[in-house]
């Protein structure tokens, strides 16, 4: 007789709960900066707007506004989706300064 519903083993559960803690992490690395005036940056849609053949990767792109004391954080969404207080022109920069081809 068939189970009805979901059967999980151990590796289904340890991957919930992984993406579960990842998503928790994402929410309140962004929750304060979702307060307040901020840009949401879809990542797909970076090279279109830079003019370049692709993007950095998001932790690069976080990490250098945060360098340049701009706030950043990624939002848990099914989209790469990143949030922050950045004028969009500083993004684009960034994005163009970090961005190389083929690496």
């Given amino acids: 007789m068939r189970a009805s519903g979901l059967v999980w083993n151990d590796e289904d559960i340890e991957y919930s709960q992984r ?35 692709g993007a950095p990767k998001m932790e690069k792109i976080i990490a250098a506004l945060q360098q340049l004391n701009f706030a950043a954080a990624r ?7 990143f949030v922050t207080d950045a004028a969009f022109t500083d993004v684009i920069k960034i994005v163009r300064q970090l961005w190389k081809p083929n690496a």
């Fill in 19 to 53: 993406e579960l803690r990842r998503s928790v992490r994402y929410i309140a690395d962004a929750a304060d900066l979702m307060s307040r005036n901020h840009l949401l940056i879809n990542l797909d849609s970076l090279p279109k707007w830079a003019g370049t053949g």
């Fill in 75 to 81: 939002l848990p969404d099914l989209e790469p989706v």
